[in-house]
Nanobody
Framework: QVLLVESGGGSVQAGASLRLSCSSSSSTFSADAMGWLRQAPGKEREFVAALSWNGGSTYYPDSVKGRFIISRDNAKKTVYLQMNRLKPEDTAVYYC??????????????WGQGTQVTVSS
């Protein structure tokens, strides 16, 4: 069983930055794609970022492009999400996900428990 553990969430003012981390117990981490998705209250889960196994390809929706950066450290089995210039609409529970290929939807093999990010205006 693969365990993904997120950390780094919190409450910040608009314009601030946060960095989320996600540690994986997967034995195939270095060969897997990693992603971040989020879900705001009353809304469907939304794709935020994804990264190929070697970090060579990244994927972002327009809503976060230029503000968020996904990265990984395969030696530490950890993926990061650097979130800059945060906006109130970024408020959500952020989930880390792991799978064989990057996916814009919910087609990931493993999920973390989520970490809350709250951005106030």
């Amino acid at each position: 069983q693969v365990l993904l553990v997120e950390s780094g969430g919190g409450s910040v003012q608009a314009g601030a930055s946060l960095r989320l981390s996600c540690s994986s117990s997967s034995s195939t981490f270095s060969a897997d794609a990693m992603g971040w998705l989020r879900q705001a209250p009353g809304k469907e889960r939304e794709f935020v970022a994804a990264l190929s196994w070697n970090g060579g390809s990244t994927y972002y929706p327009d809503s976060v492009k230029g503000r968020f950066i996904i990265s990984r450290d395969n030696a530490k089995k950890t993926v990061y999400l650097q979130m800059n210039r945060l906006k109130p609409e970024d408020t959500a529970v952020y989930y880390c996900a792991e799978g064989t290929i990057p996916d814009y939807n919910d087609n990931w093999a493993y999920w973390g428990q989520g970490t809350q990010v709250t951005v106030s205006s």
